[in-house]
């Protein structure tokens, strides 16, 4: 499969093709992935498995969910 270089949602710079192989759904270029934290928000919601009834929690199953972060564009300095 032939990838090519994209833009970036958040800089308009050009995104590595190593980067687009590794991350073929990614929008944003390396750097801008750095500077906020990644390009997901990850969160672990604990599952109880507990009994209805029951006080007691028991927490061994956990979740994740993976959500897309808003990109907001940089303006260029002039």
């Given at each position: 499969?032939?990838?090519?270089?994209?833009?970036?949602e958040r800089c308009e710079g050009e995104i590595?093709?190593?980067?687009?192989?590794?991350?073929?759904?990614?929008?944003?270029?390396t750097k801008c992935s750095q500077d906020i934290?990644?390009e997901y928000k990850m969160e672990i919601i604990?599952?109880?498995?507990?009994?209805?009834?029951?006080?007691?929690?028991?927490?061994?199953?956990?979740?994740?969910?993976?959500?897309?972060?808003?990109?907001?564009?940089?303006?260029?300095?002039?």
């Amino acid at each position: 499969m032939i990838l090519f270089p994209r833009r970036c949602e958040r800089c308009e710079g050009e995104i590595p093709v190593d980067r687009i192989e590794v991350l073929p759904d990614t929008t944003i270029c390396t750097k801008c992935s750095q500077d906020i934290g990644g390009e997901y928000k990850m969160e672990i919601i604990p599952g109880s498995v507990g009994k209805a009834s029951s006080m007691k929690k028991n927490y061994s199953v956990f979740s994740m969910k993976k959500t897309r972060k808003t990109i907001r564009p940089i303006k260029p300095q002039e």
